[in-house]
């Protein structure tokens, strides 16, 4: 059974708006922190805030946009299914609310388990910690 193109030959697609429109809310490498060094550094600078569900450490980075590193430990989130909820949900908060923490490198580390119940107060310590360290830097950069 042949099954119908969605457009003629010649005819131009329809715009979805999912690729053009997402492109610069994208997590591309240049906003993640990846080598073991950058981390090291980021945990030797000593600047952190801590959640009832996350630990962030901090410091200033080297370019105008924000990057990110995530930390799920395995002794404190046991399933990969809830540890990927938490990188996820980590990466998403990050993405959608980069300008707080522009011109910084930020580390998440996870500090106890999230349960699916838990997801909307963890949600929320994230973003507690987030405008936290917002201000913090924002006073630093000043002095």
């Not at 962030?56 to 399933?79: A, I, M, N």
């Not at 310590?125 to 630093?140: K, P, S, T």
Request: proline letters at 3%; glycine letters at 10%.
């Amino acid at each position: 059974m042949a099954v119908a193109a969605s457009s003629g030959p010649g005819e131009p697609r329809e715009e979805r708006g999912s690729v053009c429109e997402l492109a610069d809310n994208g997590f591309p490498k240049s906003c993640r922190i990846l080598k073991a060094d950058e981390f090291s550094s980021v945990f030797g600078y000593g600047r952190s805030v801590r959640g009832k569900y996350f630990h962030l450490s901090w410091k200033p980075g080297k370019g105008d946009s924000g990057r990110l590193g995530v930390v799920t430990p395995k002794r404190v989130q046991k399933l990969a299914v809830g540890r990927n909820r938490a990188k996820r949900m980590v990466r998403e908060y990050f993405r959608l609310n980069r300008r707080l923490v522009t011109g910084l490198d930020v580390i998440v580390r996870l500090r106890r388990a999230i349960t699916c119940a838990e997801m909307e107060l963890a949600r929320r310590d994230l973003g507690e910690i987030f405008v936290r360290v917002a201000n913090e830097a924002g006073a630093d950069l000043v002095d």
